[in-house]
DNA sequence: TCTGGGGTCCTTGAACCA
DNA sequence: TCTGTGGTTCAAGGACCC
């Protein structure tokens, strides 16, 4: 235990929230909601106002919506902004000490007991004082709380007993007399679990804590976290604070909107996944001896599988071959809700894989694996040839076309896999003899199709574009993927220049004379910022005729053509010619109206409102999806004001 | 229509080896 | 050669954090 409290905890408040409301001005002062907007989404951060009406962290983002009032905004997740705050944020810190421990994007810990600063409490004061003032400066207005202390425990504790835009010092020997009135689930550590355990004993408090015998812990939460609650309840803290850490794993998930039954979808998933796993460690000079898969069932029970290779590596391919093992040990057949890939057991090396180079270990993959590409957010999803997806959308052979396997309505049996001799097993079990072939029909993959009769200019004609009506489509991926989900939208919608859109708020937007035309192809840009993106569909397919608007093409029945290119899109497929969803939130820029962000979209059309950080609450337009002047954009500047002519 | 995504750490049991 | 023991590694699941 430190005799001065030179460790400070920086938590700047309700980022992601606060961020957004900073960037749009218009958001100030009301309910913001940062995460998932799509139907399994869950809250990623709540602003102060949205928490008024009890919002908060991990609650599911339909249960947000019932709470908050309707001008509340459900914003997706813009990390390029975040993490650009947070580098602002980091160097501020790192001017006050060499050693600063950054936990997560918001949040990190400082040690000023390798500095010169004076630690008496008048010196930390004045020195926490100035670094929040620096930070909201730097930062455009986003405030943070510090909490300083003798040990990281405490400074955390501290940091959040006056959010927001608090400071707490805990003296030195003041610690017990804070800690112990708090409840043990403000210990690092105490989750649910452990807070019901502990309850079921009649233990609330920490200082009650404090009071159980170490025997009785150990007995209760075993060896480790019996000793960790014992010392904590006492506040024996001396974990230091360190600047680096390395990663142990790596890992890539995804929750579907609709539960996934079929194998070869959930091959398709798992090779993607794999991709971006294979992808981040090579961009992070990692390898890994360890693949991990991860099923969870629609009931929520989850199931973990891993095989340890003797030799690291960082290739996709090898990755997605040895999850597909792992997954054909798992059953599937109830619908999968969740899947995951990881790689554990990191080194920074790897070595060639002279087994599989050898040909001893044969690839499973049984057509071209996806290559990675990198996203405007950073993020890296497996890259799909501009064509990859249209022959899904528009097979030349009518028979192909109607009804790939992972298009069968209502769970109907996919069709048997070429080689699979027992027919449950994918041929992927099979370690004997060349990996089958299947035919294109069978494997509604990118890569495993022939190359596309449609060119990339000119989008297929509707009667070529087959529909896919056992697509699952849509696919919650609240916190990576661009898809709008929007507020409730009638199933009725009423067309015309007048027709109101849905927006993020909740609140429906006429839409402004400056309707595009429907004529105009999608542009790269907004292409760019969807492909890869599974996004979803909902916004389009739960509502059929939806695209139907001024100036588009007569009624058509569900699905429509671009509805149908919409839903591949929608599932991370680059469509030629076919505009991608846009997110709630997202920073675009327009050729005649500048830089705004995404109020919603729906109905073919996507609402903007044209602010900036610097500007008042600026006017909303409303285009059609495909307008070629509404591009996406970076993240506003927040430190360059607008120069506004004096009054 | 409750329950995301990317992590870390711990525990337990089985397998393997000396 | 067989058996017991202890250490290590791996696999699986759970809890927790942001």
Request: glycine share 10%; charged share 20%; proline share 12%.
């Amino acid at each position: 235990m430190r005799r001065e409290p030179s460790i400070l905890h920086v938590d700047l408040d309700a980022m992601f929230a606060a961020v957004e409301q900073r960037d749009k001005v218009s958001l100030r002062g009301k309910p913001v909601i940062v995460g998932g907007v799509a139907g399994r989404g869950v809250v990623a951060t709540a602003s102060y106002e949205a928490r008024a009406y009890g919002a908060h962290s991990a609650m599911p983002t339909a249960q947000a919506r019932r709470l908050c009032p309707p001008n509340t905004a459900f914003l997706s997740p813009r990390f390029p902004a975040y993490q650009k705050t947070s580098k602002v944020v980091m160097k501020l810190l790192a001017e006050v000490s060499p050693l600063v421990e950054q936990v997560s994007i918001d949040e990190a810990y400082i040690d000023l007991a390798v500095t010169g600063h004076d630690l008496s409490l008048a010196g930390i004061t004045e020195l926490a004082g100035r670094l929040k003032a620096e930070i909201a400066v730097a930062t455009g207005g986003v405030t943070g709380s510090i909490g300083a202390a003798s040990s990281k425990l405490l400074a955390k504790i501290g940091s959040d007993l006056n959010k927001p835009d608090g400071l707490t010092i805990v003296p030195a020997g003041a610690e017990l007399d804070i800690l112990h009135p708090l409840p043990v689930r403000r210990l690092g550590g105490v989750g649910p679990a452990t807070e019901q355990r502990l309850h079921r004993a009649g233990v609330r408090t920490v200082g009650q804590l404090a009071a159980v015998p170490l025997d009785d812990l150990v007995d209760w939460f075993g060896t480790a976290h019996g000793h960790g609650l014992f010392r904590l309840a006492r506040a024996e803290d001396n974990r230091p604070v360190v600047s680096e850490r390395e990663a142990k794993s790596v890992s890539a998930e995804e929750t579907f909107d609709v539960d996934l039954t079929d194998n070869p979808r959930l091959n398709r998933e798992l090779d993607l996944l794999a991709a971006r796993v294979a992808g981040r460690l090579r961009r992070s000079g990692l390898t890994g001896r360890t693949v991990n898969i991860k099923v969870r069932h629609p009931d929520f029970t989850t199931v973990t599988r891993a095989i340890t290779r003797d030799q690291p590596t960082d290739d996709g391919r090898l990755i997605a071959q040895l999850a597909r093992r792992l997954l054909a040990e798992v059953d599937t057949s109830g619908g999968v809700r969740l899947l995951g890939v990881g790689v554990s057991t990191l080194a920074d090396f790897a070595q060639d894989d002279l087994f599989t180079a050898a040909g001893e270990d044969p690839p499973v993959l049984s057509f071209p694996f996806p290559e990675e590409e990198e996203t405007p957010s950073g993020e890296t999803f497996p890259a799909r040839s501009p064509n990859a997806a249209v022959p899904r959308l528009a097979e030349p052979s009518p028979a192909g076309a109607a009804s790939p396997p992972g298009s069968s309505p209502a769970g109907a049996a996919s069709p048997p896999r070429p080689s699979s001799a027992g027919g449950a097993s994918p041929p992927e079990s099979s370690s004997a003899g060349p990996p089958p072939v299947p035919p294109s029909s069978a494997f509604p993959t990118a890569g495993v199709l022939p190359a596309p009769a449609v060119s990339s200019a000119v989008p297929a004609p509707p009667s070529v574009q087959a529909a896919d009506p056992g697509d699952p489509g849509p696919r919650a991926s609240p916190l990576l993927e661009p898809s709008v989900i929007l507020p409730p939208v009638p199933a009725v919608v009423p067309v015309g220049p007048s027709a109101p859109v849905a927006d993020s708020l909740g609140a429906s937007v006429s839409p402004a004379a400056s309707l595009g035309s429907s004529e105009q192809a999608g542009h790269p840009g907004s292409a760019a910022a969807s492909a890869g993106h599974p996004g979803s569909a909902a916004a389009s397919a739960s509502h059929p005729g939806s695209a139907v608007g001024a100036g588009r093409p007569p009624a058509q029945t569900a699905p429509s053509p671009r509805d149908s290119a919409q839903a591949a899109v929608s599932v991370g497929q680059s469509v030629p010619g076919i505009v991608p969803t846009w997110r709630p939130g997202q920073d675009v820029r327009h050729d005649d109206y500048g830089p705004g962000w995404v109020r919603g979209s729906g109905v073919g059309r996507v609402t903007v409102r044209f602010e900036g950080p610097h500007t008042p609450p600026g006017p909303v337009r409303t285009f059609f999806i495909d307008d070629p002047r509404l591009q996406p954009a970076d993240p506003p500047d927040w430190l360059i004001p607008v120069t506004t002519t004096p009054s």
